[in-house]
């Protein structure tokens, strides 16, 4: 055997060796891309994002989409991340960077899910605010077994306790404080609109004085409809702004679309100051696959998505719910909303 021939075929055999793996030995990365859409104006599965009760819907054109993005579960192989780290439409990023090390994937999903729960009790807060609805307190929940269980309901305005008003949630606990575990007490309610009213046998409270309900309550606006959020498999708080469009849209008075498909993206907190989220230049191409016309940028996402890829959709700056609602007018007019 010459030289050259043994030279030729140790490098097969190595080229070979590394071939097998680099497609088959995992590395600490994961692949991120442009994830699944949804239009809180439309469906799922047959069955509205955006549900109301109490009222019927405003019958609106367009679309307000809410974007993702799609992440890999496991570690990537070494020819996966090196072919991502060359492709526009892939981020390769550490695999902690989404998945920490002190948490199971599983774990991860979880909270990401319940950020996003909390991302839709926003937006509902802030939609209704918005319209001028007065704040309550507003049943969130009623504990399994407790006493309220049958007698309270998710979305009830508290008005009163045995006569004495609970404007808020602080006086609600000055009046169970005053009250012993095992009394009954007449609730004073509003659910839908309409004024009512139940008994309910206190328990004894664990960390106070006095005796609870069994019920979680929030202070926040409370409306003669109720509104309930309906997106499964989404986590994390990003979608807030464009759910708080979607529940205006739906029970506002104006078509804050008019007919035009608009994406987005942006946590939202009780004040309407839009935050910045992760994964930005994916969801502008999320936007670009469904002939976006315009997305809303949070403000301080804004030199990111400039420097990402160029997506071929219009951006507009928005760091609070008014600057959305003003960048809708303009397209709505015609005009050139603030960009980035």
């Not at 075929?9 to 071939?19: I, W």
């Not at 974007?67 to 996966?80: I, K, R």
């Not at 605010?129 to 309220?148: F, I, N």
């Not at 409809?225 to 008075?253: H, N, R």
């Amino acid at each position: 055997m010459t030289r050259r021939i043994a030279v030729l075929s140790v490098g097969a055999v190595l080229l070979l060796l590394f071939g097998v793996l680099g497609t088959s030995v995992p590395v600490p990365y994961v692949a991120q891309v442009p994830g699944p859409t949804f239009d809180t104006l439309g469906e799922v599965d047959g069955e509205p994002i955006i549900e109301v009760q109490g009222r019927e819907r405003d019958d609106v054109a367009g679309e307000l989409t809410l974007t993702t993005v799609g992440v890999s579960s496991g570690g990537l192989s070494l020819v996966q991340a090196v072919r991502g780290w060359f492709d526009d439409e892939v981020s390769v990023v550490p695999e902690e960077a989404v998945y920490p090390p002190d948490r199971s994937e599983e774990e991860t999903r979880q909270v990401n899910r319940q950020a996003f729960l909390t991302s839709e009790q926003a937006a509902e807060s802030v939609a209704l605010g918005e319209l001028g609805y007065p704040e309550k307190v507003v049943v969130r929940g009623v504990v399994e077994e407790s006493p309220a269980q049958g007698r309270l309901e998710e979305g009830d305005a508290l008005e009163s306790i045995d006569g004495r008003p609970v404007p808020d949630s602080d006086e609600l606990a000055d009046v169970l404080a005053d009250i012993p575990a095992g009394s009954t007490v007449t609730v004073g309610y509003t659910r839908l609109g309409e004024p009512g009213t139940t008994t309910v046998t206190t328990q004894a409270a664990e960390d106070r004085e006095g005796s609870l309900l069994g019920i979680t309550v929030l202070d926040q606006p409370a409306a003669p409809f109720d509104v309930d959020i309906q997106v499964a498999d989404v986590g994390g708080p990003s979608a807030g702004l464009m759910l708080t469009l979607g529940i205006l849209d739906l029970v506002g008075e104006e078509d804050l679309t008019g007919g035009a498909v608009v994406a987005g993206t942006g946590t939202i907190d009780l004040e309407g100051n839009v935050g910045p989220i992760g994964g930005i230049p994916l969801k502008m191409l999320a936007a670009r696959d469904i002939g976006a016309e315009l997305f809303l940028v949070p403000a301080d996402n804004c030199a990111e998505a400039v420097a990402g890829p160029d997506a071929g959709v219009p951006m507009a700056r928005v760091a609070t719910l008014d600057d959305a609602l003003e960048a809708l007018a303009d397209l709505r007019a015609g005009r050139t909303p603030e960009s980035c």
